[in-house]
């Protein structure tokens, strides 16, 4: 059908002026009962229905939202995701340990991008940067396999300050300037601690999350739609297909209360993002 395929390609559109970005391996932090406590029920629905989401992004939706408490939120770190909501995945480093890293993006934005070692409870890098890019996910040149599949070594002089859990993540951070928006993913370690659970990932599922991660590029860099591919991390990127679902209930939920709210501020691409939702309600 002409119709459905224009409205399609016009999703398509509207989720590509999004970067979308997260790390795949080790296993991150993912939205939770933690972070949903610290930063309320709508930035948390936000990054619940899309954890390739950014910063800006929930910030955006944070306004509109009596339950959010900024300092306990702390979206510029992990972008909020907690480490309660981690403590199985912990990973137990030594020093001086290499960590291969793999990241899903699903569309370039030219930017920059690092991975440092921080200190959760200041939210400060510890050391210097692991590993950074002064151009990264580059528009013009798309994404190269060194941006999304690298190793960090990390420090050896980390002495106690990681040794407990929750203490210290590795976070990698990609700002892309080019649309202001900021990617963050957290990977929960210790070095030197007693004992912690995760740190082996079998390779059988590191493999399936390769693949799942290429073939969810590949769907959404052919502009469109029907794919819905949950990489076996559990990550939620949002499809333009789960798109198509939450907009139509929120079409449904419109319709019943006979009412339609249209957004009369926001960016051009979030108006567009509506009209594509709700045009594509429509179709479905
Ligand atoms: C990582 O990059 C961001 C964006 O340029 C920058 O603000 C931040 O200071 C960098 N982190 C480190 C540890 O240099």
Redesign the pocket.
Known sequence: MKQTGTILALAGLASMAHGHGFVTSPKARMPGTAMQEACGQQVYNNQEADNYGNVQGELQIAQGQSDFDAEKCGAWLCKGYKFDDNKDNVYSYTSGQTVDFKVDIRAPHTG???V?VVDTTSNS?IG??LK?WDVYASTSTGVKDSETSFSVTLPDNLDSKCAEAGNCVLQW?W?AESIDQTYESCVDFTVGGSGSSGSSGSSSSAAATTAAASTSSAASSATSVAVTTTPSTGNKEASPSGFATSAKSTAAASATASSVSIPTDGTAEEKLNWIASLLQALVN
């Open positions: 920059v991008a690092n440092s890098v210097s940067p950074s951070y700002f």
